[in-house]
């Protein structure tokens, strides 16, 4: 019988139909696999999950905003720079590319950054590649600019196409100051710190942890105006590719960024220059701590110059804003403050004032001035002139203390502005500590019996230096005292976001026309009969007062360490321009130049040249500037032998009956084509006149008659305390100023 053959169509028919019902089941159990996913009890939050790997919101800071001088120029700005990374877990970027290229990658970069050797650099590649294909490696420590990426994107492997090769870049704003370290810290710098975001979703909000650095301000300008500088944050819907590289997409959800303000500052960086530069000369030279310059102009207000420095092993730096956060003791400057008390209360410049040897003891506490006074009494404007402490002593006493009115001398002076913080918009500044008398004060030990008399020459309170210079200021502006301001203007995109800062007047009259003018003959009559000779020239008057206050500090005792300060203002007779300067140091130092006139006066003296020739309206007219073509070079005096001998040499006429052999002095006479000669006579107890002459004539003149020298600067004498001629007991100091 013939066996049947089975039916091979029938069978492949019947298996392909198995398949397909056993796809379709498959499907019909992925597409409810995928309901489920979709739409059940888990359903949002997998789709949530979903959209968060391939979709983020990132923010973008606006640019910051610029901080500029009055006259525009830019004091600091933001640069953007870049951080490039590279990541290895693109697909493209295989074993054989890989190998390809990480030679020639390492040797470009190793010769770009120069921090890494070839062999560094391709050790690093390599880590970064070989964990997994996912790692990600910073290729630069430093920030580079955008020609540096361009050439970056010359070199192997990162040549490709983003997310092919591998390149990442991070972008960042740089900080950049173009005038370096000048005004640093009243400028402020910025510091990139990891923000906490809240992330905007939809309707909702979700809170999550970017790590994103953003640029804030640290102190100064930058701290006090961040809000303003920083500008509005944008936000960026991103479509994430590979691990580090993503592409931003369109979303409503999108926001733009807003760059931040200009901030105009009130700044002169002409006149910032020089007096830093001169601070830092001075505190070398001297061998000083720390100092601290504030150029203002008197009708405004406004800061033009500020300078702190500190002296690091003859390295000057900015460390502090001494000028407005510091808070000590002022010293003699704070006698202008007692002197306005005295005359708003009655007192007059002629008003006569006991002031002895310059020494008192008063309550079992010894009140001593620096010098011998020239007379047992002298006048109100004298002691001034002459910053005697015992005088001024007395005169509060006499005025307040013994009427039991120390309160009310307290509280005028609180009511000039030594009670409270300028205001100038700067965080940090220093509140003043002035302790007035009250029961309370008494039983702490803040007021005692004496507080009023240390107050009447500085001590017993302490103020910033910017309050100091508002004083001075208000009294070269006629008694009108206004704010010092740092910050003129806010310049936003346009009107309505810009704001101005107007001159603020804090007090429209500190005291009367007549008490005003007393203070500015006083002031005047310092540089030119007291102790602030050091400011005198031939060009513009200068009014001002010195100061010299023993401090605490540096790990020295009361006597070890000094703050020396000269302030003032120029023109005398008709005020544009006021100034403080603050130098602090310590005796035993290879330099012990400690007084006021000395170590602080030629700082304010090289500013106010600066700015007096820079100011062509302040300047005389060439036709009422008499010709001096024929005025002869000043020479030293001293043995009169020689200085004929010179000034044979030099062929300048002399006109003088005095004897060869005499010990003389040089002065040009009027008609400023001849030079006289006055014998010095060598009279005992009387202090001889040096001016003009070298230091070791002027030495040899005051020594030979029994008394002491102490002298600053170099050249020729120029002033000299006491005056000549004036009676004093041997073994007294005579003090002398060259240049």
Not at 301 to 315: E, F, P, Q, S, T
Not at 360 to 388: C, M, N, W, Y
Not at 596 to 601: R, V
Not at 708 to 726: C, E, I, L, N, Y
């Amino acid at each position: 019988m013939k066996k049947k053959e089975p039916n091979i169509k029938r069978e492949i028919t019947l298996r392909v139909n198995l398949l397909y019902v056993v796809f379709a089941l498959l499907g019909v159990c992925i597409f409810a696999r995928i309901l489920w996913l979709q739409y059940g009890p888990d359903g949002a939050t997998l789709r949530k999950r979903a959209e968060d790997r391939a979709f983020f919101i990132e923010r973008i800071d606006g640019k910051r905003g610029e901080i500029v001088s009055a006259d525009g120029q830019l004091l600091a700005t933001s640069v953007l720079m870049y951080y490039l990374g590279m990541d290895f877990g693109v697909d493209s970027l295989t074993d054989a590319r890989f190998k390809a290229g990480v030679d020639g990658l390492a040797d470009s970069l190793s010769s770009m950054f120069g921090d890494l050797s070839k062999a560094g650099y391709k050790a690093l590649l390599e880590s970064g590649y070989n964990r997994e294909r996912k790692g990600y490696r910073r290729l630069n420590r430093r920030l580079i600019s955008y020609d540096e990426l361009q050439r970056v994107r010359t070199f192997p492997l990162l040549r490709l196409q983003p997310g092919f090769g591998g390149l990442s870049v991070e972008r960042v704003y740089s900080r950049q100051h173009p005038f370096g370290h000048l005004a640093e810290r009243t400028l402020g710098v910025t510091e990139s710190v990891y923000d906490t975001l809240v992330v905007p979703d939809g309707d909702s909000t979700r809170r999550r942890i970017q790590r994103m650095l953003t640029e804030k301000g640290r102190y100064g300008i930058e701290y006090s105006f961040n809000d303003h500088l920083k500008g509005r944050e944008g936000w960026q819907m991103m479509q994430r590719q590979t691990e580090r590289f993503s592409t931003p997409v369109e979303s409503p959800l999108n926001v733009d960024t807003a760059d931040g303000r200009t901030v105009v500052t009130t700044l002169d960086m002409d006149f910032q220059d020089v007096a830093s530069s001169m601070l830092a000369e001075q505190l070398v030279r001297h061998h000083a701590l720390r100092g601290t310059v504030v150029l203002m102009e008197v009708a405004t207000g406004d800061i033009k110059a500020i300078a702190n420095l500190d002296n690091v092993g003859g390295r000057c730096i900015e460390r502090s804003n001494y000028a407005i956060g510091g808070r000590y003791e002022p010293g003699s400057t704070f006698k202008l403050a007692s002197l306005l008390a005295l005359l708003d209360d009655g007192m007059t410049l002629d008003t006569p004032i006991r002031v002895g040897n310059g020494r008192l003891e008063l309550r079992g506490q010894l009140h001593r001035d620096d010098h011998e006074p020239a007379a047992p009494v002298l006048t109100l404007k004298r002691i001034f002139e002459t910053s005697s402490n015992v005088g001024f002593v007395q005169a509060i006493e006499q005025q307040f203390k013994a009427r039991g009115r120390e309160k009310e001398y307290v509280d005028y002076l609180a009511g000039l502005g030594f009670a409270e913080p300028v205001g100038t918009g700067i965080v940090g500044e220093a509140t003043p500590r002035l302790y007035r008398p009250s029961a309370e004060a008494i039983r702490s030990g803040r007021w005692h019996g004496n507080s009023a008399s240390y107050l009447a020459y500085g001590y017993g309170l302490e103020i910033s230096p910017l309050h100091t210079l508002a004083l001075y200021n208000a009294v070269a502006n006629g008694g009108r005292m206004v704010r010092p301001r740092l910050v003129s203007e806010l310049r936003g995109a346009d009107k309505a976001s810009s704001q101005s800062f107007p001159v603020e007047v804090i007090n429209p009259a500190i005291a009367s026309a007549r008490t005003i003018e007393a203070l500015q003959q006083s002031l005047a009559g310092v540089v030119e009969e007291g102790t602030g000779g050091v400011l005198r020239n031939p060009y513009y008057k200068v009014a001002a007062k010195t100061g010299t206050a023993q401090q605490d500090g540096y790990g020295g005792g009361v006597g070890q360490h000094y703050l020396a300060t000269m302030v003032g203002y120029f023109p005398a007779d008709n005020p544009q321009y006021s100034c403080i300067v603050s130098i602090w140091t310590r005796l035993g130092s290879s330099s012990d130049v400690f007084y006021g006139s000395a170590l602080a006066g030629p700082v304010l003296k090289a500013i106010a040249d600066r700015v007096f020739v820079t100011r062509y309206d302040l300047q005389p007219s060439v036709a009422t500037v008499k010709p001096r073509i024929s005025t002869p070079p000043a020479i030293k005096g001293g043995d009169g032998e020689a200085v004929r001998d010179v000034a044979g040499e030099l062929g300048i006429k002399l006109a003088s009956d005095a004897r060869r052999r005499d010990w003389v002095a040089t002065h040009r006479q009027a008609d400023s084509t001849s030079i006289a000669l006055t014998t010095l006579e060598a009279r005992a107890g009387t202090v001889p006149d040096v001016t003009d002459m070298g230091l070791k004539d002027a030495l040899y003149a005051i020594e030979s008659r029994g008394l002491k020298t102490d002298f600053a600067g170099k050249g020729r004498v120029v002033t000299q305390f006491p005056a000549a001629g004036t009676a004093v007991n041997r073994g007294a100091t005579v003090t002398i100023t060259l240049r």
